[in-house]
């Protein structure tokens, strides 16, 4: 079975930083790409920022310039570093793993609860 749990999640006000983690653990032969997806009160979930494994990582256009993703391969886990947030960044952030759990298996996605972030005016 894989798990994926987040953290760094809180309040902050405008201007402040904040760095999501999350890491995946469990049964897992190999990771391609690991993400961070958000949802807002009301809105449909959207991508921020994707980093597959060895390719160039993806941002919204939203968030380009304040945040940035890393992964820490050898711990299975991705980060997402949060500056200059706005009260428009406040939504549950959601780690989003592509994975195969055996040689075998097929790639499969993986998402964690998610973590509350909450930006104040």
């Known amino acids: 079975q894989v798990q994926l749990v987040e953290s760094g999640g809180g309040s902050v006000q405008t201007g402040g930083s904040l760095r999501l983690s999350c890491t995946a653990s469990?049964?897992?032969?190999?990771?391609?790409?690991m993400g961070w997806y958000r949802q807002a009160p009301g809105k449909q979930r959207e991508l921020v920022a994707l980093?597959?494994?060895?390719?160039?990582?993806t941002y919204a256009d939203s968030v380009k310039g304040r945040f940035t993703i890393s992964r820490d391969n050898a711990r299975n886990t991705v980060y997402l570093q949060m500056n200059s947030l706005k009260p428009e960044d406040t939504a549950v952030y959601s780690c989003?793993?592509?994975?195969?759990?055996?040689?075998?298996?097929?790639?499969?996605?993986?998402w964690g609860r998610g973590t509350q972030v909450t930006v104040s005016s």
């Open positions: 989003n793993a592509a994975l195969r759990t055996t040689t075998w298996s097929s790639w499969s996605n993986y």
């Open positions: 469990g049964s897992i032969f190999r990771i391609s790409s």
């Open positions: 980093a597959p494994n060895g390719g160039t990582t």
